[in-house]
């Protein structure tokens, strides 16, 4: 039986995770909160310039109890839980969301988007790449649109993706880190020409935490 077989065989009680650990939460609207990340493995977009190609190939992580996972979080003492990866929207995830809540934990979840999300989520930090597009149906969910800025081209991806959430969405651009001396004037003045948008700093790096 493959991984992948196993995994839609057990209906989001295990799941393959790469690591899970309680930090700062670096980007975008929870920015300096104490969060306990929960990454998981496997990802279909591939952006070139992702920071954590380690979690792409879910094969070289174990699956994992979500019983475990959901412990170590309330052991933790933490408030919220943010789900990541990786791609995390590639498995059912009804049944962490449901028992993190149990916990009286807030949950928030980072994705691109590409997969109809299952589960139950407080939070919904939405990262749309160019290629693997959000779903439809995906950008009225999203509390946050985080679009990362690497050339120009990505303000029209921007705003493409911002024309479809909601009023009470967030807008965010974030600099691609290794563009950020290139970019970073560019969405200074990108932002204050158009101030829907904010900007969001990965701090987490000038801090040097996970």
Same mark, same amino acid.
């Given at each position: 039986? #493959? !991984?992948?077989?196993? @995994?839609?065989?057990?209906?989001?009680?295990?799941?393959?995770?790469?690591?899970?650990?309680?930090? !700062?939460?670096?980007?975008?609207?929870?920015?300096?909160?104490?969060?306990?990340? =929960?990454? @998981?493995?496997?990802?279909?977009?591939?952006?070139?310039?992702?920071?954590?190609?380690?979690?792409? %190939?879910?094969?070289?992580?174990?699956?994992? /109890?979500?019983?475990? $996972?959901?412990?170590? $979080?309330? $052991?933790?003492?933490?408030?919220?839980?943010? =789900?990541?990866?990786?791609?995390?929207?590639?498995?059912?995830?009804? +049944?962490?969301?449901?028992?993190?809540?149990?916990?009286? *934990?807030?949950? %928030? *979840?980072?994705? #691109?988007?590409?997969?109809?999300?299952?589960?139950?989520?407080?939070? *919904?930090?939405? #990262?749309?790449?160019?290629?693997?597009? /959000?779903?439809?149906? %995906?950008?009225?969910?999203?509390?946050?649109?985080?679009?990362?800025?690497?050339?120009? #081209?990505?303000?029209?991806?921007?705003?493409?993706?911002?024309?479809?959430?909601?009023?009470?969405? =967030?807008?965010?651009?974030?600099?691609?880190?290794?563009?950020?001396?290139?970019?970073? +004037?560019? $969405?200074?003045?990108?932002?204050?020409?158009? /101030?829907?948008?904010?900007?969001?700093?990965?701090?987490?790096?000038?801090? %040097? =935490? +996970?």
């Amino acid at each position: 039986m #493959s !991984i992948e077989e196993k @995994l839609d065989l057990d209906g989001g009680y295990l799941l393959p995770l790469v690591e899970d650990f309680y930090t !700062i939460q670096g980007e975008g609207r929870y920015t300096g909160a104490a969060a306990y990340f =929960i990454r @998981l493995a496997g990802c279909d977009v591939g952006c070139a310039w992702c920071d954590a190609q380690y979690t792409w %190939n879910l094969k070289q992580y174990a699956l994992t /109890p979500i019983e475990e $996972v959901v412990g170590r $979080v309330k $052991v933790s003492g933490t408030p919220l839980a943010v =789900i990541t990866g990786g791609e995390p929207t590639m498995y059912d995830l009804e +049944p962490l969301t449901r028992a993190l809540h149990e916990a009286g *934990i807030r949950i %928030n *979840i980072e994705t #691109s988007g590409g997969h109809t999300l299952r589960g139950a989520f407080d939070w *919904i930090c939405l #990262s749309p790449k160019r290629k693997k597009a /959000p779903l439809e149906e %995906n950008l009225p969910l999203a509390d946050e649109l985080k679009v990362v800025i690497s050339d120009d #081209s990505d303000f029209d991806w921007a705003e493409a993706n911002a024309a479809h959430t909601s009023k009470k969405c =967030i807008l965010y651009l974030q600099v691609e880190w290794s563009r950020s001396a290139q970019m970073m +004037p560019k $969405v200074v003045e990108y932002v204050k020409a158009h /101030p829907k948008w904010r900007v969001s700093l990965q701090t987490h790096k000038y801090m %040097n =935490i +996970p």
